[in-house]
């Protein structure tokens, strides 16, 4: 084996042929198993490449950077990196307001551009995403190496169950799944009743893998067994996600495995940096997930000074992209909530690791009485319970001074034992969450069930965000 | 330039690096403006290789076909090609049925196929196409081909406004795109809420092309209006359309041209041809649709017989794909109307003409006292009223012996107008039809509008099909 990494050039481009041996676990086993210091040092020469490259092109870039004096050329050390200012999503949303529609952040030509995605945009005003003709080639290589280290493998099915629009977690799984040369059916997501045909055409075509994101594959359960199909009839092996962290939270993770009777792989960083794939979990690693730091450098930071924190702890990820030419994010804060840890994996990639996964948003996180309480937590918590039904509500509202927190939770038991169901669950909660919680039971199937992404978070205060 | 057909073999392969000079009107000048007799003779030849291929790889055709004593090697003229017996969905249905998923009817092995697309099955057993990885490549290209006799020019950004899931209009539309070098937004449709959202991108990237369903275009010019856009202010040139006969109905392409301010192209055949696309109007030729008989052969056929009608007449197209591997469809019967006529057309290319487009179905067509309706012709008619308000429902009933048939418009005058509104309009459309026609009024908004398709009619008779 080579000690040159494979195919490591930028502009990135990749020989549209090359297919690893079926039998081997790695598309790339230099890059992938290589000494981290070595492609770290590797890595911190690309970066200034990419800087260099967004200097040049982008008058956002030279904007910020001229304003602090940073020069790409003198980010000779990861802790000259971790001084460059990040990036955030309000400087994109204005850049694109001044100089619509992509902003002056965009490197590339007109003419390469190649498909414009965006935010969905439910609240404020939508970001733009241009993505260039190569880079879309290169995502579709980086998107089917990581679907390798999943153990798909050519001419699998992928049935691709997430909308296809300006989101563009389904277009990568889509495009990797087509460059891994697999059968894929990008069957969407979304429109009414198509829920009950996407369970047809599961026990159909009968695919090997599997992507949406987590809410709609426990949705896509339920409506198997309204439709008296047992989701497990579907034969899916491997079932990979990204576009919410349920993947990682182990109850969620636990109720689709234990739905599909498949392997569930947590994959995704933020709509900013994709659909470059850049952190999953692996068949031989399959807890958490993996950060290529390859193909995106990701740094877990302190949020207040976006240093990297040390290996252990938790902090926010940023996010840069090595390959992207068209709009390449260099220190994108990403508002998320990680831990990262360096330790030896099982599936021997020298990567670092986020072994919980992405576990929340800092603006999610909900402040209430001087505790932290993730709703992630409430949604593990209650899916352990006998006699939850699947879906509840979070309400946070303020009575005079005081926030309130009621949790509203779906439960299958007749009235007679709903009592005892909401005392000890009320308790459970309270002692898990560290604040006063009032737990109160509806009905099975009173709340929606999410096509694309859960929303369970009502916050009725003042200062409420959303 | 060469008198031999630009890149013609079989299986077809195109350099895809090839892109005509921007002033030039033609992709292949030379393929789409030869002496068609000329082109015939190449036609034929390739029909009987397209034919050797599926009797060797398919035991569908070969059985089909030796039940007939019908040999590819046999077919050198079009009269003993007319003879070849056409391809029914209920066949197509059986062989999935009895060989699933795709039948028996599938040439390609399992590693070539790329894409499972199908039809969405909203009543009865879909049915699934597999699409191979050279197929879509040449589907690109095909597509690429007419989007840029349309006008269409690398660079122009491209709005694809319909669902991308098994319905392959979209996808063909997005990877001709994507072939021509243009930029594309492939934003899907169907979600709710998502129209509102489409009217906020389209005023943000003002696309020069735009590909929906025309019922869904309309849709589209209602939602903006409500959100107090002009729909011109979009600044659309080019839309181009397939799914569903509108585009070619005067009343419905003179609504979207007059709403968008935009050039109208129809297009199209068939779920089971597409997407090869190898129907279609272009900039010269601006009416009805072009048959691009190098990349499907069409036939117009008398419906009992599957012989060609003459030129001029009427009858229901019978489809031959000249390029696709993966499951060829060979004399498929379409149960379409149309009608043909050969005449120079203004653009110059010498390809046969389908002067109303592809006008209804045989089994749409309305039977009522002996006489047919065609519900395109009550929509084209109700469009040119004052007071209409843009959606209808046809209810086909039986009192007693005699069926009867109500039209029921929405209606966007008062109360005091309306009786006036119904005498005319009722009689304007009896004379239309010829038949007795219950006209009522409905508010404006009654109906539901199409995301995708519309539907109109309700046969409440006992022998009703639908």
């Known amino acids: 084996m080579s000690s040159a990494m494979e195919e490591w050039r930028f502009p990135a481009?990749?020989?549209?042929?090359?297919?690893?041996?079926?039998?081997?676990?790695?598309?790339?086993?230099?890059r992938e198993t290589m000494d981290p210091q070595e492609r770290d040092a590797a890595v911190l020469a690309r970066l200034r490449e990419v800087m260099a490259y967004a200097y040049e092109r982008s008058p956002f870039y030279r904007r910020k950077w001229d304003a602090v004096d940073c020069n790409p050329a003198d980010i000779t050390s990861f802790e000259a990196f971790e001084q460059v200012p990040v990036v955030t999503k309000e400087e994109m949303r204005a850049a694109q307001r001044d100089h619509p529609p992509f902003g002056?952040?965009?490197c590339v030509d007109d003419a390469e551009i190649h498909h414009i995605h965006g935010t969905s945009g439910t609240t404020g005003a939508p970001t733009a995403f241009a993505l260039g003709r190569r880079d879309w080639e290169v995502i579709a290589d980086n998107h089917a190496?990581?679907?390798?280290?999943?153990?798909?493998?050519?001419?699998?099915?992928v049935f691709v169950a997430a909308l296809?629009?300006?989101?563009?977690?389904?277009?990568?799984?889509?495009?990797?799944?087509?460059?891994?040369?697999?059968?894929?059916?990008?069957?969407g997501a979304g429109v009414q009743g198509m829920t009950a045909r996407?369970?047809?055409?599961?026990?159909?075509v009968r695919p090997r893998a599997f992507y949406a994101t987590p809410s709609y594959a426990l949705r896509l359960a339920e409506v198997a067994r309204q439709e008296k199909i047992d989701p497990r009839e579907f034969?899916?092996?491997?079932?990979?996600?990204?576009?919410?962290?349920?993947?990682?939270?182990?109850?969620?993770?636990?109720?689709?495995?234990?739905?599909?009777g498949a392997r569930v792989v947590d994959c995704g960083t933020m709509a900013e940096m994709t659909p470059f794939m850049s952190a999953s979990a692996t068949s031989g690693t399959p807890d958490g997930m993996l950060l290529w730091q390859d193909i995106v450098w990701h740094e877990v930071c302190d949020p207040a000074t976006f240093r990297t924190v040390p290996y252990g702890s938790e902090g926010t990820p940023v996010y840069t992209h090595l390959e992207r030419t068209s709009q390449p994010m260099i220190r994108l804060a990403s508002n998320d909530l990680t831990r990262w840890v360096m330790e030896d994996n099982p599936c021997g990639r020298t990567y670092p690791k986020l072994p919980d996964g992405v576990y929340g948003r800092i603006d999610d996180m909900i402040h209430i009485r001087g505790e932290n309480v993730y709703p992630t937590e409430v949604d593990n918590y209650l899916r352990g319970v006998p006699g939850y039904a699947g879906e509840h509500q979070i309400v946070v509202s303020r009575a005079g001074t005081m926030d309130e927190m009621t949790v509203r939770a779906e439960c299958s038991y007749p009235p007679e034992q709903r009592p005892e169901f909401v005392r000890t669950t009320g308790e459970g909660l309270q002692s898990l969450l560290g604040v006063r919680v009032t737990f109160e039971t509806v009905d099975a199937g009173t709340f929606p069930r999410a096509e694309h992404k859960s929303r369970r978070v009502v916050d009725e205060r003042a200062h409420a965000r959303r």
């Open 235 to 260: 034969g899916i092996e491997v079932m990979f996600f990204s576009g919410e962290p349920g993947a990682s939270v182990p109850a969620v993770r636990g109720a689709i495995a234990e739905a599909f």
């Open 13 to 30: 481009r990749y020989d549209q042929d090359y297919l690893p041996d079926p039998d081997q676990p790695y598309w790339f086993p230099h």
């Open 145 to 157: 190496r990581i679907m390798w280290a999943m153990g798909i493998r050519p001419g699998d099915t």
């Open 104 to 106: 002056d952040y965009v």
């Open 198 to 204: 996407a369970v047809t055409w599961l026990a159909r």
């Open 164 to 187: 296809f629009s300006l989101y563009l977690g389904s277009w990568g799984a889509m495009a990797g799944a087509e460059r891994l040369r697999c059968r894929v059916l990008p069957f």
